[in-house]
């Protein structure tokens, strides 16, 4: 059974850089047409696809964030990582890491909360 585990700082300046990593156990991040995902839920909004990384190493990004983002991932610790750039209060949220299969999400981490504030 595949888990998901978010790590990262609660708590980041703005203008500064959000950094978070999944840690994945149960399945190797490099199976096959397997995608993880970063999706986050603002406070009192829906959740918003942030972007993803494929079993091969292809990155996928919402157009509206691609700017500022950057997915990456290391084998050897089989995580994959979120860098989020320039944050405002607007990016303040709960962070979720995903497995996908057939672009759905089946399978994610309990979540982390990242407030953006000085």
């Known amino acids: 059974q595949v888990q998901l585990q978010e790590s990262g700082p609660g708590l980041v300046k703005p203008s500064q850089t959000l950094s978070l990593s999944c840690t994945v156990s149960?399945?190797?991040?490099?199976?096959?047409?397997?995608?993880w995902s970063w999706i986050r839920q603002p406070p009192g909004k829906g959740l918003e696809w942030v972007g993803a990384i494929g079993y091969d190493g292809s990155t996928y990004y919402s157009p509206s964030l691609k700017s500022r983002t950057s997915i990456s991932r290391d084998t050897s610790k089989n995580q994959f990582s979120l860098q989020l750039s320039s944050v405002t209060p607007e990016d303040t949220a709960v962070y979720y890491c995903?497995?996908?299969?057939?672009?759905?999400?089946?399978?994610w981490g309990q979540g982390t909360q990242v407030t953006v504030s000085s």
């Open positions: 149960g399945e190797s991040i490099t199976t096959s047409y397997r995608a």
């Open positions: 995903t497995k996908d299969e057939d672009y759905t999400s089946t399978d």
